[in-house]
């Protein structure tokens, strides 16, 4: 099995991207997905779980600091 991207490689990719909104909105509507379908399984992965909610918990403050840089602008 493959190692997942790190929450740190994953903000630098999302930051240097063309359109970084568009790369958060979609992380922002499957993260929460993906987290649910792993805890569902009958052999969830804690780590994972921790993982994908880290994600998620990056991606939520990149939107919000977003959304305060466009609403200032």
Known sequence: ??????TSSL?????RSN???AKIDLLLRSLP????QESLRKDMNIKVVKNLVNKLTMVQELSNSAN???ANI
């Open 19 to 21: 359109n970084p909104k």
């Open 11 to 15: 903000k630098k990719l999302i930051l």
């Open 33 to 36: 997905y993906s987290i649910r």
């Open 1 to 6: 099995m493959s190692n997942p991207i790190s």
């Open 68 to 70: 305060y840089v466009e």
